[in-house]
């Protein structure tokens, strides 16, 4: 398993939305933990300026399950063109170690998840 971390950012219309497909890719360990905040967007968009407020969404996942969390975005995200910018990331070596974990289908990092006395990751 690869030890880097990618962080994937988008954008959602609403709370609603950012929270449905936060735990959409949560539930598929496409994602370890994903931060949302509100935002307020300045784009071109068919000609006009626009401005909207949005959700930003900062998703942090391992670079082997990149290309599966980003095919899961232009599936569930509900904007025809949908923002999706990703970044490597270098973190310390505990939260990376839980990262990993986090996004593996393995069943053994699943069983160290719950292991009893591990605090929760600060996002």
């Known amino acids: 398993m690869s030890t880097d971390l990618r962080v994937v950012l988008t954008t959602e219309a609403d709370q609603i939305k950012a929270d449905a497909l936060a735990e959409q890719l949560i539930t598929r ?12 967007s300045c784009y071109r ?5 626009e401005r909207a407020q949005e959700v930003q969404l900062l998703i942090k996942t391992s670079s082997d399950r990149l290309e599966e969390l980003l095919s899961a975005l232009e599936a569930l995200h509900s904007h025809d063109t949908p923002e999706i910018l990703q970044m490597a990331a270098q973190a310390g070596a505990a939260y990376a170690a839980w ?23 600060a996002g």
């Open 45 to 49: 968009w068919q000609g006009k300026i």
């Open 29 to 40: 360990r496409l994602a370890a933990c994903i931060t949302s905040m509100p935002v307020q």
């Open 99 to 121: 990262a990993l974990g986090a996004v593996s289908p393995d069943a053994a990092s699943a069983a160290l998840e719950a292991r009893p006395g591990n605090e929760h990751p």
